[in-house]
């Protein structure tokens, strides 16, 4: 059975660090919501410093929201390896996530509302 997939703007400003360094600031992320699963923010490419991103060739398939690619985070203290990822073959019902990134939860990375 698919599960209920709605993405929804975030109406607050969203700030994202990793190794000391700031990653990037937004009032444009994207919430997606998927059945019963945590609520997931996409913050916009362009609002995220990419040099610190290496996209390491790793992929998934979901058959539900397509194809996405990862990437690693790089800072002068720490490599996080495959620790964001975008749709880059988003299925139809995701496809405003085209261009935004994912971060997977970890206390390494900090997402703040600001």
Not at 1 to 24: F, H, N, Q, T, Y
Not at 26 to 51: Q, S
Not at 59 to 68: A, E, I, Q, V
Request: charged letters at 20%; proline letters at 7%.
């Amino acid at each position: 059975m698919k599960p209920e997939i709605s993405i929804s703007p975030s109406p607050d400003k969203w700030s994202i660090r990793a190794g000391g360094a700031v990653l990037g600031e937004t009032m444009e992320a994207l919430e997606l919501n998927e059945g019963d699963n945590k609520p997931v923010l996409y913050f916009p490419k362009k609002d995220l410093a990419m040099v610190f991103f290496d996209n390491t060739g790793h992929t998934t398939t979901c058959p539900h929201k397509g194809t996405s690619e990862y990437y690693s985070i790089v800072t002068k203290s720490q490599t996080l390896e495959n620790i964001a990822w975008e749709f880059t073959t988003p299925s139809t019902c995701v496809e405003e996530l085209l261009n935004y990134i994912a971060f997977v939860p970890t206390n390494a990375v900090i997402v703040e509302r600001l």
